[in-house]
C-alpha cells in the first residue's frame, strides 16, 4: 500500500454551513431549457436514487436512458425498505431542528462524514416529504388528518414518516410512478432486465456504459454525456445479508477499476434487528424493522446456558442489557452500539433460541401497556412476517433477532457536487460514501437515495454541462470498442472454465470469510489471514468455476458468475482498508481499539479521514489517497448513548 | 424431506415447453420454496445442466418478483409470495407441479419467468400524479382524514405481481389497475387527474390484451398483499362517472 500525495477536493462551497447549498445553487451555471434535450443522461439503477434523479432530470428536459437488472423499475431494492424516512418537520412540536439533526447525524456516524453532505441532507429532508405527500405517497396520519411520525434508533426526537411497515414500497411507488410518467412523455427509455458490466472513459471522463440484455445476451454500447450509478449497497459480499438477492457491486467496482475511487470500503453497517439465521441452505436473512424497538425490548437470561423457555424465566433472571447499559437511549441504541452488544451476550454463552446465536426483543409488556391490537395495528405485518418465517407467534412469545449485514456506507468517492473523480460520472444512493460517516442512523438511506436524486443532482449535472465542453461522443470511440472487448473476453473466460463448483459455492464460501474476519468486529491478524486467504479463493474461482450454457442467451449461472468475481476483488479491498484503518468508528471495530468499558475507541489525530483508494489494474495492491474531514461546525466528542 | 417436483421447462418464448421431472432431496422445513429451487439449481449446474429460470430479488415478500403457479394456485397454497411460501406446507413424499403465470398479456421468458412489463405501461398511461419536483405544497397544508389514507394505502400496496391476472380466467388485470385508480381517487392530490386516468388506464389495459372481470374472485383470494375486489367496483363506478361527464 502507497500513499499518495495526491490531494482531492471536495469543492464544497466557502460561507457558512447554512449557507452553502443555497450559495453554490446561485452560483452554479445553468443550462438554458431548450439546449437540455440535446444532452443525453444514463442512470443505472432504478431504486430511491436513480428512480428520482431519472424522473427529475427528464423532467426538466434532458434525455434518460435507464437501467435495471430487475425486470421492472419498480422492483428496486429500496422497495423493501421498512421503517421510515427522516425529515426534521418538528411537527410534533419536540424540539427538532435542522441543526439538530445534523448533529445527530454527524455524531451518529462516529464524526467520519463530511460536514457539509450532511448538513445539506438534513436541510433538504423537509422538502422531501412536501414532494411525496404530493405525489400521493400514503404516509401514515393522525387522526385529525396531520402526518404522524415515530422515533428511530440514534434520536431522541419523533422525526421519522412512514407508511406501515412498507415506507420504502411507498416511497419508490411514488418515484417509479414520476418515471413512468416521463416515460408516457417520451424523455425516458427504459432498459429493464440489462445489466451494467463495464465503463466507457474517454479522455478522463465518463461517457458510457456496455451492458448485458440479461434475456438475449446481447452486449451492447450506450454513449450519454454524463452516467450516474445509482446502483445500491454491496452488503452481499456477506453472500448472508438483508439485502435482495440481486444487489451487487459490479457497476462500482468496474468503475474503480476504470479509475474512481473507492472510499471507506470497511464501513458496512450491521443491523441489530434481524431474524437469526437457521441453516446451511439460507439464502438471506430477514430484516425486522428497527422500529419494533420503539416498543419491544431486547433482553437474554442473566445466567449463561439457561435453557428455559422464555415466558419461564422470572424477571430478576432477565438481563434488559441495553436499558441497562445505555439508560438514556435503552433500546433505542444506534445499531453499531445495539449489535455489538447483542454479540457480547452471545459470545458469553447468554444468547436464545435453538442455535443460540440470538437474543429476544419482547413485547410482552407494550401488550398489556397497548394491548394487542394496538401492537398489531403499529407493526401488523412485521409480526406475520416473523410468523411466516420462523413458525412462532410473536404475540406469544418473544420474537427472537440477531445482527446482520445491511447497510454499506462506503462507496464510490464524490464531491460535494456528487460528482466522483472522473468527470462526467455521478454516483448517488447508497453507491456513494458521502453522508453516513462510519454508521448510519436509521431512517436516513432513503432520504439520502430521494435528495440525492430530487434536489442535488439535477442541479449539480447541470452544472457540469455547462461548464464542460459538450463531448461528441459517439460509441465510435476507440474507448468503447475496448471496454466491450473486455466484458465479452470475461464471458468467454466464465464460459470457458468448465470447473466443477458453482458460483454460488464460492460466494458462500468468501461469505463466511468476510463475516468472520471483517464482520461486526476485526483484528489485524484476522484480516491479515483474510488478505493470504481471498487470493486463494479467487484463485480456485477462476480455475474451478462451473457456468453452464452461452453467452447469447438468458443464463443465470453466467450473471452469478460475474458478481462472484466482483465481490471477490472487493472484499480484499474492505479487508485491506479495515486493516489500515487503526481505529476503532461506527461499523467499523478494531478489537485493539476499544474503551474499558468495550466501546469503539476513535483516533482522530490519525484517521480523521476519508480513505480512498485507487485501482492499480489488476494488481490487487491498490494505492490510498486521504481526504481529511475538517470539523469547523461540530467539536469532535467521543460518543456517548449512556 | 424427499420431493418429486415437475417444473415447466421452455427455452424462450417462441420454444415449445414441457413439464421435466426433478427429485428434491433433503429438503427442510424451514427452507423457503425458492431456496428449495436454489437446492435444485445448484444440483444442476453441478451437474452440467441449465437450472431452471425464476424471478425473485428481496425474497421478503415485497419486491413482486417472484411468482409461479404451484400446484395449480398463484403462488402456491399460502396466500403470500412465493418467496414466502416455506416447505412447512408441504409434506415428505409429496408431488409438486411448478408452473409460470399463464396469460396471453404474460409472455413466457423462459421457464417461470414471465415478462410482465404491460403492467409498467398501464402505470405509465396514467397511475401517477402530475407533480413537478420541486414544485410541492407544504405537507401539512392539506389534512387527509386517516380513514382516507388508510384506504389509499390498502390499495398502495399492490406489489404488482401478477398473480391476479395468473389465477383470472379471463386474464384480467382488473385488481392491479383497479389498485392504483382507487388509490389516488381517495386522495386530494389525485383529484385533477381523476377522470383522465381511468379512462387512460383502462384503455390501456384493454390494449395489452388482458380479460373483462366476471366477478371469479379468483384474484382475491390468490393476492399475496390481500387487495380487495372492492376497489374494482370503485374503478367501474370512476370509469362510469368520466365516461358520462367527460374527462
Ligand atoms: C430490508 C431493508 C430495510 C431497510 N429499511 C430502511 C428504512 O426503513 N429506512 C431507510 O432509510 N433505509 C432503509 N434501508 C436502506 C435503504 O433501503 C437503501 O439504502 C436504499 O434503498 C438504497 O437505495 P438506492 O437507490 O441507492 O439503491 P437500490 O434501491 O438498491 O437500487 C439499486 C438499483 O441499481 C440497479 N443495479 C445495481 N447494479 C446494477 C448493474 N450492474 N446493472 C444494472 N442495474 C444495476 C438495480 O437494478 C436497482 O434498480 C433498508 C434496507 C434493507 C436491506
Ligand atoms: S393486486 Fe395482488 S395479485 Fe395482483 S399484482 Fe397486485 S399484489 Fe399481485
Ligand atoms: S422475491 Fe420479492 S416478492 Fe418474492
New binding site residues.
Partial sequence: MKVLEERLDARIPDGPLDQKWTRHQGEMKLVSPNNKRKYTVIV????????SAAATLAELGYNVLS????DS?RR???I???????ACKNYQNDGDSVRRFFHDTIKGGDFRSREANVYRLTELSTDIIDQCVAQGVPFAREYGGTLANRSFGGAQVSRTFYARGQ??QQLLLGCYQAMMRQVNAGKITLFPR????DLVVANGRAIGII?RDMVTGKVEKHCADAVVL????Y?NVFYLS???K???V??GFRAYRQGAYFSNPCYTQIHPTCIPPHGEHQSKLT?M??SLRNDGRVWVSKTPGDKRAPDQIPDEDRDYYLERIYPSFGNLAPRDIASRAAKRVVDEGRGVGPTGVGVYLDFRDAIGRLGAQNIAAKYGNLFDMYQRITDEDPYKVPMRIYPAS??TMGGLWVDYNLMSNLPGLFV????NFSDHGANRL??????Q?LVDGYFVLPYTIGDYFARFKKLDASADHPEFDQAEARVKDRIRTFLSINGRRTPDSFHRQLGQLVWDKCGMSRNAEGLKEAIARIPEIRQEFWEDVKVVGSGEDLNISLEQAGRTADFIDLAELMCRDALAREESCGGHFREEHQTDEGEALRDDERFCHVSCWKSNGTDPDPDLILEPLVFENVQLATRSYK | MNLTLHVWRQKGPAAAGRMVTYQARGVSPDQSFLEMLDGLNEELITKGEEPVAFDHDCR?GICGSCGMVINGVAHGPEQTTTCQLHMRSFEDGDEIYIEPWRAEPFPVVRDLMVDRSAFDRIISAGGYVSINTGSAPEANATAIRKEDADMAFDAATCIGCGACVAACKNASAMLFTSAKVSQLAKLPQGQVERKRRVLNMVERMDQEGFGNCSNYQECEAVCPKGISTQNISVMNREYLRATLTGA
Avoid at chain 1, 80 to 86: C, D, E, M
Avoid at chain 1, 428 to 431: H, L, T, W
Avoid at chain 1, 442 to 447: D, Q, R, Y
Wanted: with cysteine; net charge negative.
Fill in positions: 443505472v439503477g432504478t431504486g430511491l436514487a436513480g428512480g437501467f435495471c437488472y430487475q423499475a428496486a431494492h429500496s423493501a425498505a421498512q421503517g421510515g424516512i427522516n415506507t420504502g440489462t445489466e451494467m458490466l451492458t445509482a446502483t445500491g449497497g452488503g438483508t439485502n435482495a440481486g444487489c451487487n459490479t457497476a430484516l424493522s428497527e445491511h447497510y448517488i444512493g447508497e453507491a436509521g431512517a436516513s438511506a432513503l432520504l437515495g | 421478503e
